[in-house]
């Protein structure tokens, strides 16, 4: 009688662990996946930025800096390699296309050109989707520290070398909040 109850104890220990294993791959892949889905929209971006370069390259003259800047950045998000090193090249692409936006804000007739506006709202829905593809992702690898560091999981993460996954961080200039002075002062 015993030696079932052994058996049975032996039995349930291995489908907890079996359970905690799957898990931990399920999670794992969520979080490969997540990070997949940045890439893609990240590609779009890629893609989009020359084709908008392009069309307002004969408005902006005297803008060469702004261009060269967005197409520079974007160069560099495009070889960056490690999760660090991406958010870092993401994060510098992103300045340099405010600043091309609040260029074109200077130049009416590119406001009002409908393939700078349908680029534009291209863009910025890619901005969104990419945003909301980060928080997915941090939110993914967060539920696997989470779960890579409760006990017991953590002996079976340990035992079967899972690894925690790297944040998609912003940079320290983007945590800032950017100042709102209206020019009035208390008195």
Request: charged fraction near 20%; avoid cysteine; glycine fraction near 2%.
């Amino acid at each position: 009688m015993a030696g079932w109850i052994l058996f049975a104890l032996f039995v349930l220990f291995l489908f907890w662990m079996i359970y905690i294993y799957n898990s931990l791959v399920s999670l794992t892949n969520d979080v490969k996946n997540a990070f997949t889905q940045i890439d893609v929209q990240l590609k779009r971006r890629h893609d989009l930025i020359p084709n908008l370069v392009s069309v307002v390259k004969g408005y902006m003259e005297y803008e060469r800096n702004v261009l060269e800047r967005v197409t520079t950045a974007r160069m560099k998000a495009l070889s960056a390699a490690g999760i660090h090193a991406r958010a870092s090249a993401e994060n510098m692409l992103t300045h340099a296309l405010h600043g091309f936006w609040a260029v074109i804000e200077n130049y009416p007739v590119m406001k009002s050109s409908e393939s700078v506006l349908q680029l534009q709202e291209e863009l910025t829905s890619t901005e969104n989707k990419i945003a909301f593809s980060r928080q997915l992702y941090n939110d993914l690898v967060a539920n696997l520290a989470t779960k890579m560091e409760i006990f017991p999981n953590t002996m079976i993460a340990a035992l079967f070398s899972f690894k925690k996954a790297e944040y998609f961080t912003a940079e320290e200039t983007d945590r800032s909040l950017p100042s709102a002075d209206t020019g009035t002062r208390e008195r």
